[in-house]
């Protein structure tokens, strides 16, 4: 008899158990609730880290085409250039021989490394060809303007290409003249939400200071204003 009441107990605590197993409905709106605060913390964090990497990838970009035109001079003993512009919202870039226009040449900035339209800015603070002052600051989204091009050229050594009157015109004065203390600055940064062709503080820049087209990267707002 006693082995039959605990037999009975046992299959109404197994009963039990099972008819209690699972999660109640408020139990399921603290977890729901707990995941939507940590997606708020964390979103904003992500954000900013997405944001950073494809600013970091897309002034690699500009370096290296900076690089490419430095190097087709080279190799082909004449004059290359490369231009900036912003088309429809959309920053591009060119390199292209010297005395031949852009036109045909324009890539979208970042698209090889799937960086959206809207999200990056670019912008120079060139003033005319190979050319700035030492007031000027980096104007974004600007169009190609044949007068006063965004453009660098290299001659076929690689450095910037500048004419030097030996009598009249040192090295020294030259430098001064055309890119001043500041340098040459090709600029990308985060385009602000909803307005493509405003920058952001979070910027990066290649900088070309000196005549013989050495350049430095500048991974701030102050250095790339």
């Not at 913390?41 to 430095?70: G, R, Y």
């Not at 959309?90 to 698209?111: E, Y």
Request: net charge positive; proline share 3%; hydrophobic share 40%.
């Amino acid at each position: 008899m006693p082995i039959k009441i605990l037999a009975t107990q046992l299959k109404k605590s197994c009963y039990f158990y099972q008819n209690n197993v699972g999660f109640t409905l408020l139990e399921m709106l603290v977890v729901v609730l707990m995941i939507g605060v940590l997606s708020a913390i964390a979103a904003p964090s992500w954000v900013s880290f997405t944001n950073k990497q494809q600013l970091n990838k897309a002034n690699d970009i500009v370096l290296s085409a900076i690089q490419e035109a430095q190097r087709e001079a080279k190799k082909r003993k004449f004059g290359y250039s490369i231009s900036f512009r912003t088309d429809n919202n959309i920053p591009q870039i060119a390199v292209h021989p010297k005395d031949t226009a852009p036109d045909s040449f324009w890539r979208n900035l970042g698209d090889e490394v799937g960086i959206k339209a809207g999200k990056i800015v670019l912008g120079t603070n060139l003033t005319d060809r190979n050319t700035t002052t030492a007031s000027s600051s980096v104007i974004y989204a600007a169009a190609f303007n044949t007068t006063t091009p965004q453009t660098i050229t290299f001659d076929y050594t690689g450095a910037l290409d500048l004419t030097i009157k030996t009598k009249t015109d040192g090295l020294t004065s030259v430098q001064n003249t055309k890119i001043g203390t500041k340098g040459l600055i090709v600029a990308v940064a985060v385009a602000k939400s909803g307005f493509p062709t405003q920058a952001t503080n979070e910027r990066r820049c290649v900088i070309m200071k000196t005549l013989l087209g050495s350049v430095k990267i500048g991974k701030s707002a102050t250095e790339c204003q």
